[in-house]
């Protein structure tokens, strides 16, 4: 089983990960040199950007399911097309985390060490594509509450 927690930017993934007892990845980890320093500087990924990284974090995904352990995984997945690349079986579940624009950027404000800037924020906004019929969580609680409302969302 592998559990994608998803949304504009930011991540519960890792709390979950450790709550769970699981393995924790970042699908930010996977992208190229050449996309994180167009992020860096300012720039929104393209689709054609992101086709190397969501192969790269598919080809994780594979990993992980045929050595028959368990995982979670921050991915943005901001896109149907992206998610349905991503997902292809029952065993991948996604969790969205969903949160207002000023929420979200506040959040990215005090984040330190990371290409991901708030400068790209409304681009990520503007790309994302809500989810339907996964589990949904607000991010506006608590993390700890966040990761008790996706266990009990989805069955752990």
Known sequence: MIIIVMGVSGTIGRLL????GWNFYDADD???????????RGLALTDEDRIPW????????????????????ACS??????????AGTDKVQFVYLKGSFEQIKGRLTDRQNHFMTADLLAEQFATLEEPEEVLEVDISLP????VKEIRVGLGF
């Open 17 to 20: 990960a450790q709550d769970l």
């Open 30 to 40: 996977f992208h190229s040199l050449e996309n994180i320093a167009k992020m860096s």
């Open 54 to 73: 969501l192969q790269a974090v598919r080809a994780l995904i594979l990993n992980i399911l045929e050595s028959g352990k368990q995982a979670i995984i």
């Open 77 to 86: 997945a901001l896109r149907e097309t992206y998610r349905m690349s991503l």
């Open 143 to 146: 993390p700890e509450k966040i």
